[in-house]
């Protein structure tokens, strides 16, 4: 089983819909997560941290369930520009803290 | 402020030489990670510093490949007599602590290695 899971896609949607992503991850003693955002042949950018308590901003909304050992990501009123590919990313704490980036969800928004 | 920079932008070189990928990172952050992404696969987990630390090398692939970090900055990837396999996108990030949880890491460009 791989330590970061996702749905690889792609996901196709229509401007203005609305568009989960979910992430599991195998080490139950995982400390912090967090969703990166990838542009086609650029490199990851944060888009934000997952917190127990959920998350959100603007459009965006984070839910972490420990219990489950499952990340989601909702994105609404999608816009052609939130094209791209959604990466889950989970830190273990092991020594340092050892970061593990999931495969990636690719999300094509059309007009 | 500047970013985290690597260099070269792009590399092709021929099997079985030896490759210099270099990472500067951004000015005042101790925590250094080196990534490989191949093409339409997630990032791989290479090496890690921080600080003064020894560095975390568990995600090296073989023994061609090393890395050091010089002065707490600059960090040099090193991989020796170059494979087709090793045809990758190496990624370098750089975050203010590798110990805080929720410290972001900052993405550099990434070197686009091309082994012929």
């Known amino acids: 089983r791989k330590e970061v899971e996702q749905d690889p896609g792609p996901f196709n949607v229509p401007e203005g819909a609305t568009v989960a992503f979910n992430c599991t991850y195998s080490?139950?003693?995982?400390?912090?997560f967090f969703w990166y955002r990838q542009d086609c042949r650029k490199e990851p950018k944060l888009l934000m941290s997952v917190y127990s308590s959920g998350n959100e901003d603007g459009r965006f909304t984070a839910q972490l369930n420990r219990a489950s050992q499952y990340i989601s990501l909702l994105i609404r009123d999608s816009k052609l520009s939130d094209s791209a590919t959604y990466l889950c990313v989970v830190k273990e704490r092991t020594g340092g803290f050892k970061t593990i980036f999931g495969a990636g969800t690719r999300l094509f928004v059309k007009a | 402020g500047a970013g985290v920079s690597q260099s070269p932008s792009n590399k092709v070189t021929e099997k079985g030489k030896d490759v210099e990928l270099r990472c500067d990172p951004i000015?005042?952050?101790?925590?250094l990670y080196w990534y490989r992404q191949s093409l339409g696969q997630g990032l791989e987990f290479l090496i890690y510093?921080?600080?003064?630390?020894?560095?975390?090398k568990s995600g090296l692939p073989s023994d061609r490949f090393s890395a050091e970090r010089t002065g707490g900055s600059v960090s040099t990837l090193t991989i020796q007599r170059t494979q087709q396999e090793d045809s990758a996108v190496y990624l370098c990030?750089?975050?203010?602590?590798?110990?805080?949880?929720?410290?972001?890491?900052?993405f550099g460009p990434g070197t686009r290695l091309t082994v012929l």
């Open positions: 990030a750089s975050s203010l602590s590798g110990t805080g949880s929720y410290n972001e890491q900052f």
């Open positions: 000015s005042g952050h101790t925590a």
């Open positions: 080490n139950s003693a995982s400390q912090s």
């Open positions: 510093f921080q600080g003064n630390s020894a560095p975390d």
